[in-house]
């Protein structure tokens, strides 16, 4: 068995134990009807930040549906408000999508249809489903009616088929102003459904686009291109969150009424550009959205994060991001997980963090080998050893399960152990070394201090002591009974390692709560960043970037993906062994 390497990663469902949503069961259910023969899911966002475990979710949905039932999952940009896209961010989103251990079946773009939607809406306007709209944002608004009252017409409603084809044509051509105009849908001005009345579906904006660079003045609005964009790669089940929920009759709408399917001249642009030709009626599901407890998940917040510097970047060990999690030492393995624990419904719920950290700690339980590291050092000699001692003891890398192997880790007279195993007036049910007493060194045999030196200012710089010989590895005085164990690495072995103590970003359960003019930024946790310096094995330190390791005694900890190298090691605790934030 490999230690943790990405590759033990690729394929997600090694054993799936079948997994019964409510999504899963229309999946079945079509499967079983013949409705569909085939299942295609696509993961669609908007290249406008960073994907966060939210994001984990959706894509774990999508490609964890494809990928049970036999069928295929797209990525697609949805890149269609160019003013906030960037191509840093396209390159971001797939990593991250490969490293959570998915292959797309296809890569796409909303930009790749910008010419099928176009064609889509001439032909809305010549059926008189669709007109120009010369109404200023602020006058639409007040023309849309609220929740109690219907909409009015926009006076633009009645224009001719002619004239709308002729302005919407100029508006492709780039003849007006950003804002002076819409293509709006011409639905019903009056509908229970504030989406249906006569939603904008083109806007005009003179923005350089990151794919189609200068050749669009107008844009196709989300609810058009995103129901039209899985009409065209033939979605069967487009699976998005609850909000989307009062957008479904509009996103029926704009299938139902393009309508692909029966009007081939519609996607020849894509014929043209070598995409096959497909025109499903794909089936809208929603489910709730994931929210976790001393987090922020919206794109804003983070962003700000960012660019406040309250946090050291996009990839940021405490950031919620893809990036950020994995920086932190969280696996692809840990992040399927907690998505299958956390589950689908159409129920909103707050996840409590900890159940992130439990998903973590079970798969680095498993997957993740041992190694020694002291955090606060403190040297322990052992006066009864020669100077110049030095032996390799053999150590099994996994407590419980041998295909890890064995490392030898170095042994000498002097070694460091933490200083919190240390007290000189213990407190009660203290277990670990006290002046006097005994403990075992975990591996090595069992050792007493019998000398507290101090400096000048009374601090502990370090214990002198004994190691009993009868105690070493194997000998029959190793099994006498001593109270606690504790770990050590070598002082003259051990390599000096950055340890960064990262902790929960926020302090508190809700950080969007804004009451007494707070907000988020109040609620930053200022213990969750903790730079040490601290004592490694060797074997720890020659680890590859992205390695995790169980320190013992200590918590999970992942060799920094950036910084880490053999040489100067950096080590990034992912998780302590235990909750302790419960309570
Ligand atoms: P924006 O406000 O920029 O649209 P977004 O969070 O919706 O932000 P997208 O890039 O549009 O970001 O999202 C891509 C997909 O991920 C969508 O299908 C969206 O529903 C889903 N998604 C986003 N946030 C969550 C979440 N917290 N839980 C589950 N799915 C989510
Ligand atoms: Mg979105």
Same mark, same amino acid.
């Given at each position: 068995m490999s230690e943790n390497t990405p590759a033990a990663a690729a394929t997600p469902e090694t054993a799936p134990a079948e997994k019964r949503d409510f999504i899963r069961q229309i999946v079945r259910e079509d499967l079983a009807s013949g409705k569909h023969t085939a299942i295609k899911t696509r993961f669609p966002p908007e290249p406008n930040g960073y994907l966060h475990i939210g994001h984990a979710k959706s894509i774990c949905l999508n490609f964890g549906i494809a990928g049970e039932f036999g069928g295929v999952c797209n990525l697609r940009f949805? *890149?269609? =408000?160019? /003013?906030?896209?960037d191509p840093e961010y396209v390159a971001a989103i797939q990593d991250d999508v490969r490293w959570l251990g998915f292959q797309w079946n296809e890569l796409r773009h909303a930009s790749d249809y910008f010419e099928a939607y176009y064609l889509g809406a001439q032909k809305l306007i010549r059926e008189g489903k669709a007109y120009v709209c010369d109404l200023s944002a602020e006058e639409v608004r007040a023309y849309r009616g609220t929740l109690t009252e219907p909409g009015r017409p926009s !006076?633009?409603?009645?224009?001719?088929v002619e004239e709308n084809l002729d302005l919407f044509a100029r508006m492709r051509a780039g003849e007006f102003a950003d804002g002076t105009r819409t293509l709006r849908a011409?639905?019903?001005?009056?509908?229970?459904?504030? =989406?249906?009345?006569?939603? /904008?579906i083109y806007r005009i904006k003179h923005v350089e686009h990151q794919?189609?660079?200068? /050749?669009?003045?107008i844009y196709p609005m989300y609810d058009y291109a995103h129901a039209l964009g899985d009409a065209l790669e033939g979605i069967t089940h487009s699976l998005c969150t609850l909000e989307f929920e009062d957008h479904r009759p509009l996103y029926d709408w704009c299938v139902d009424n393009v309508d692909f399917a029966h009007d081939p001249a519609l996607t020849q642009p894509l014929v043209d550009k070598g995409l096959p030709r497909e025109a499903a009626k794909p089936r809208q599901i929603e489910f709730s959205r994931l929210n976790i407890n001393y987090t922020v998940m919206s794109k804003r917040k983070l962003m700000a994060l960012v660019t406040e510097q309250?946090? %050291?970047?996009?990839?940021?060990?405490?950031?919620?991001t893809l990036q950020g999690l994995r920086r932190r030492g969280y696996t692809p393995a840990a992040m399927r997980l907690f998505a299958e624990r956390v589950g689908i419904s159409k129920q909103n719920s707050l996840i409590d963090f900890s159940v992130l950290e439990g998903a973590l700690r079970e798969d680095l339980d498993s997957a993740a080998p041992r190694r020694m590291a002291v955090i606060e050092p403190l040297k322990l000699v052992l006066? =009864?050893? !020669?100077?110049?001692h030095e032996e390799m003891l053999t150590f099994s890398n996994h407590p419980k399960d041998a295909a890890f192997g064995e490392r030898q880790v170095p042994f000498s007279r002097e070694l460091w152990i933490e200083?919190? %195993?240390? /007290?000189?007036? #213990?407190?009660?049910?203290w277990k670990r070394l006290v002046p006097g007493g005994e403990v075992r060194l975990r591996g090595a045999g069992i050792a007493r201090v019998d000398e507290v030196v101090k400096n000048e200012a009374g601090e502990i710089v370090e214990l002198r002591g004994w190691l009993d #010989?009868?105690?070493?590895?194997?000998?029959?005085?190793? =099994?006498r009974k001593v109270k606690g164990t504790i770990h050590w690495v070598s002082a003259r072995h051990a390599v000096e390692a950055e340890i960064r103590l990262y902790d929960r970003?926020?302090?508190?359960? $809700? #950080? *969007?709560d804004e009451a007494?003019?707070?907000?988020?930024r109040d609620y930053l946790?200022?213990?969750?960043r903790r730079v040490v310096t601290g004592y490694v094995e060797p074997a720890a330190a020659s680890a590859a970037p992205e390695q995790s390791f169980q320190f013992e005694r200590t918590g999970y900890f992942v060799? *920094?993906?950036? $910084?880490?190298?053999? *040489?100067?090691p950096v080590f990034n605790r992912s998780v302590t062994l235990r909750d302790t934030w419960a309570g």
């Open positions: 949805d *890149d269609t =408000n160019p /003013a906030r896209e !006076p633009y409603r009645e224009r001719s011409r639905i019903d001005m009056a509908s229970g459904n504030i =989406n249906l009345r006569d939603p /904008a794919n189609t660079g200068n /050749a669009w003045p309250l946090v %050291d970047g996009w990839d940021d060990p405490r950031m919620p006066g =009864n050893l !020669p100077e110049g200083r919190e %195993d240390f /007290a000189e007036v #213990p407190p009660k049910g #010989p009868e105690s070493r590895p194997g000998m029959e005085g190793a =099994n970003l926020f302090s508190v359960p $809700d #950080p *969007d007494d003019g707070k907000s988020y946790n200022p213990e969750s060799a *920094d993906r950036r $910084d880490h190298t053999a *040489d100067t």
